[in-house]
């Protein structure tokens, strides 16, 4: 069965420091693979995506994820973290076909930042 | 313009009671979704049309039913709300399925 695996369920970084945040999943074809945050009381936004091609991909806010097939993981890194990007963090997969048609969620990771 | 609008964004209703989420999207997509997020922030499938027509209807109660008069619209209706029901539901579209989702704000319903 298709699932993620976000292993960190809180993580916290100082203001300027760098970000990786994990995700693995588990899926038998070709993932489309994304990443979403959502701010306290609101609705998610996608910071990125990955269908096909090069596998490191850039998003919003300064964020990227790379993708990497032989380990099943799209994690995603931002260089120096700013206080505004602390959040709940989600990656997802999309499945389609059959009687699928939607994108399963990690369980999120919660980021604090301290000043 | 809002791409994913739900309305309403609160609602506090009794145990017993019958309750609609309206959403519409103004992106021209053919799926449509109703996620539910637990107090713990996990997101779980509840239902996905594409074109108008089911094809998920997860593990939700029958007292749950979605409907969608048009590709624009799908509405979430609940019968004989239950305190278990209390959550964050979250309407979706993506371009098709399995695609990249745009979601709306979210109703926090509260039962008691």
């Known amino acids: 069965a298709q699932s993620v695996t976000q292993p960190d369920i809180h993580i916290t970084v100082s203001e300027g420091a760098s970000l990786e945040l994990r995700c693995n999943y588990s899926?038998?074809?070709?993932?489309?693979l994304f990443w979403y945050v959502q701010s306290p009381g609101q609705g998610l936004q996608l910071l990125l995506k990955?269908?096909?091609?090069?596998?490191l991909v850039q998003g919003i806010k300064g964020f990227e994820a790379e993708f990497k097939r032989s380990q099943s993981s799209f994690n995603l890194r931002k260089p120096s973290v700013h206080w505004s990007d602390a959040a709940e963090y989600f990656c997802?997969?999309?499945?389609?076909?059959?009687?699928?048609?939607?994108?399963?969620f990690g369980k999120g990771t919660k980021l604090s930042v301290k000043p | 313009d809002t791409a994913v609008s739900q309305t309403p964004k609160y609602l506090v209703t009794q145990m017993g009671n019958d309750k609609s989420i309206k959403c519409e999207q103004n992106?021209?997509?053919?799926?449509m979704y109703w996620y539910k997020q637990d107090s713990k922030k996990f997101l779980k499938i509840m239902f996905s049309?594409?074109?108008?027509?089911?094809?998920i209807n997860e593990t939700v109660p029958n007292r749950f039913s979605p409907k969608s008069p048009d590709k624009a619209h799908l509405n979430l209706h609940i019968n004989s709300l239950e305190l278990g029901d209390s959550a964050v539901y979250f309407c979706?579209?993506?371009?098709?399925?399995?695609?990249?989702?745009?979601f709306g704000q979210g109703t926090r319903l509260t039962v008691v």
């Open positions: 049309y594409n074109n108008k027509e089911l094809i």
């Open positions: 899926y038998g074809a070709t993932p489309y």
């Open positions: 990955y269908f096909s091609g090069d596998t």
């Open positions: 997802a997969v999309g499945v389609s076909g059959g009687s699928q048609g939607n994108l399963i």
């Open positions: 992106l021209g997509h053919d799926t």
């Open positions: 979706a579209s993506s371009p098709e399925t399995g695609t990249e989702a745009f």
